[in-house]
């Protein structure tokens, strides 16, 4: 079979080697070159999604073989129902974010050869059932991130990307750590050591052991997501990062803590994480409410729509941890509704910032006269972001309440006010960015948004739609995947642990 999964990761990995060749007096094509492979990647992309046969909850596209024996490391690759959903917001994002990177105005190359780099470290995240090769993934992807961060941000860039980075490998090294006792753990009770996602499944791991893992993986996790208390890093990275950087960022990077919790945590350590399942909800419902709150009183736009993220994916956790279909499945779908709407409130922050240099929302107000088609695209994905019935951001929070609400329903409850925190937060900056005299010289000859920044929207706001309208392919796909974790966990806690019994 042709190596559909390999060559999507290795694809960006050559268009990056490729761009750095580029002499520099002809930096300017690195653009055009990057987006062809990020074009190429998409395709592929599209092509496993079409191809993916729903219903079924195996791995499809499986590609092994042996890295080093003597270690038990492979190098296996598969996706299902939760991952396929991420491969695709991946490849569709990345795109977007080269042609939104007109703004970027020196090294081309390295910031193309970044990104590329960057897109390559995503996908292999999303795509690896060997658990060393899973965290060596996990750790390239960190240092693009960094240097988009670091070179192409702002005024505190050194700061927010040190920040970001050390938060990350301190995650980074907890989950080092669980993953070689694992693999420990493998070789003595098969008889040789291994790190495939599939085989450490069969492993039989005591409940006072499956804590200890537990705690440490949803540490990486929690600071990867973030989770609070681990969400400092969030807005000083969002903050800084270039546009792009933060759509990215937003889109796909901080799921990679969200989809560990649901591939990693919920299948191998299920008694543990019926254990913790009622920390990991309070500390959901703390972020969405904590988070909508902060983002009502921030004076900067983009300050505001990190915090939204905070605040955000609470509810992916708060679903994860229903450990319920329903939940689970909200949860999953509602990783790529947040990537998509969050990553249209930044591209959307960052045309009004190339065209002011501020993002003080009292600099601002009245500027619908002058930019009709910005405001009406920017209030657009707001109702998205606040679940509107009939946009995207309905189905994945609905979902997520409704599974949650049978198992912790003072903790749904109270999460559902991060609903209506979040039309708060939405349109009281949209009503004093965009409405009222526009009466400040410096708004009064904005030019609305031209052909290329319409074009990079149009594909954002047709996914927005289709999501919201039409679930049904995404839900048929993520279904059974979904199905077969809670199953694993509903299994491991037919009795009290012991946990339980101690405590009564």
Do not use: C
């Amino acid at each position: 079979m042709f190596p559909t999964l390999s060559v999507m990761i290795w694809l960006p990995v050559l268009g990056a080697a490729i761009v750095a060749t580029i002499p520099r007096k002809r930096s300017e094509i690195a653009l055009p070159v990057g987006l062809g492979f990020a074009a190429l990647v998409l395709a592929l992309a599209g092509n496993v999604v079409w191809t993916f046969v729903s219903g079924d909850a195996d791995f499809q596209f499986v590609e092994q073989a042996t890295i080093y024996a003597p270690w038990g490391i492979t190098y296996h690759l598969g996706v299902d129902g939760i991952s396929l959903l991420l491969v695709a917001l991946t490849a569709f994002l990345m795109p977007i974010g080269i042609l939104a990177s007109a703004s970027v105005t020196e090294r081309h190359k390295e910031y193309m050869a970044a990104m590329l780099m960057l897109e390559a470290g995503l996908l292999g995240v999303f795509l690896s059932l060997d658990l060393v090769l899973f965290f060596v993934f996990f750790e390239v992807m960190l240092v693009p991130m960094y240097f988009i961060i670091g070179i192409w941000g702002g005024e505190r860039r050194v700061y927010a990307a040190l920040k970001f980075f050390l938060y990350t490998a301190i995650g980074s090294a907890f989950l080092l750590a669980g993953i070689i006792f694992l693999g420990a753990m493998a070789s003595d009770q098969l008889g040789t050591p291994s790190f495939d996602y599939t085989v450490l499944l069969a492993l039989d791991i005591p409940p006072s052991t499956q804590r200890w893992l537990f705690v440490g993986f949803a540490i990486a996790f929690a600071i990867k997501i973030p989770l609070f208390p681990f969400h400092t890093w969030l807005p000083d990275a969002h903050v800084e990062a270039p546009t792009v950087g933060s759509v990215m960022l937003a889109g796909v990077l901080l799921k990679l803590g969200t989809y560990g919790l649901i591939r990693f945590n919920l299948p191998l350590f299920p008694q543990a994480s019926v254990d913790f399942a009622g920390v990991m909800v309070a500390l959901a419902v703390i972020g969405i409410i904590y988070g909508a709150l902060v983002a009502i009183v921030q004076p900067d736009i983009k300050r505001l729509v990190a915090y939204s993220s905070v605040s955000h994916l609470g509810f992916i956790v708060l679903g994860t941890f229903a450990l319920s279909a329903q939940g689970l499945s909200g949860g999953v779908i509602q990783m790529v509704n947040h990537g998509l709407t969050t990553g249209a409130l930044f591209l959307l922050v960052g045309m009004i910032y190339d065209r002011r240099h501020t993002r003080q929302i009292s600099d601002y107000g009245g500027i619908a006269r002058v930019m009709p088609i910005f405001a009406g695209l920017f209030l657009f994905t707001a109702f998205a972001s606040a679940g509107l019935p009939g946009l995207n951001g309905f189905v994945g929070e609905f979902l997520v309440l409704l599974g949650s609400y049978a198992r912790h329903p003072a903790a749904t409850i109270t999460a559902a006010f991060g609903v209506l925190l979040a039309a708060i937060y939405l349109l009281w900056a949209y009503e004093r960015v965009f409405t009222g005299p526009n009466d400040k010289p410096e708004n009064q000859g904005l030019k609305d948004l031209n052909a290329r920044e319409i074009g990079i929207m149009v594909p954002l706001v047709a996914m927005i739609i289709f999501l919201g309208v039409y679930p049904k392919p995404a839900l048929d796909r993520i279904g059974p995947s979904v199905g077969a974790v809670v199953e694993r966990v509903e299994n491991a806690a037919v009795l009290p642990t012991e946990w339980e019994a101690a405590t009564r």
